[in-house]
Nanobody, 125 residues
Framework: QEQLVESGGGLVQAGGSLRLSCVASGRTFSSYNMGWFRQPPGKEREFVAAVNWYGRNTYYADSVKGRFTISRDNAKNTVYLQMNSLKPEDTAVYYC??????????????????WGQGTQVTVSA
């Protein structure tokens, strides 16, 4: 069982940066692929980025490629999302999630087993 807690959200102007963190409390963090999702106001939850269990490989949604970077530190049970060149359309609640399906990257929320409570990111124009 993993409990995930996100932090680092806030209000930023367009073009700015934020770094989200997600700390896991379980003992098996390094065995999961980790992902970040977001849910804009009035819309469905969407995939943002994923990193494999040992942190070497990453995968991004086209909308954030080149601007966001996902990374993890298994010694600290933490996954990060560095967000640069933020745009108003990046405004959303951001969630981290853990998936036991490690054979390939997963982009569907249904394929993730554990979720954090979310952190709000608001980008002003």
């Amino acid at each position: 069982q993993e409990q995930l807690v996100e932090s680092g959200g806030g209000l930023v102007q367009a073009g700015g940066s934020l770094r989200l963190s997600c700390v896991a409390s379980g003992r098996t963090f390094s065995s999961y692929n980790m992902g970040w999702f977001r849910q804009p106001p009035g819309k469905e939850r969407e995939f943002v980025a994923a990193v494999n269990w040992y942190g070497r490989n990453t995968y991004y949604a086209d909308s954030v490629k080149g601007r966001f970077t996902i990374s993890r530190d298994n010694a600290k049970n933490t996954v990060y999302l560095q967000m640069n060149s933020l745009k108003p359309e990046d405004t959303a609640v951001y969630y981290c999630a853990a998936s036991r399906l490690v054979s390939s990257f997963r982009v569907s929320p249904d394929e993730y087993d554990y979720w954090g409570q979310g952190t709000q990111v608001t980008v002003s124009a």
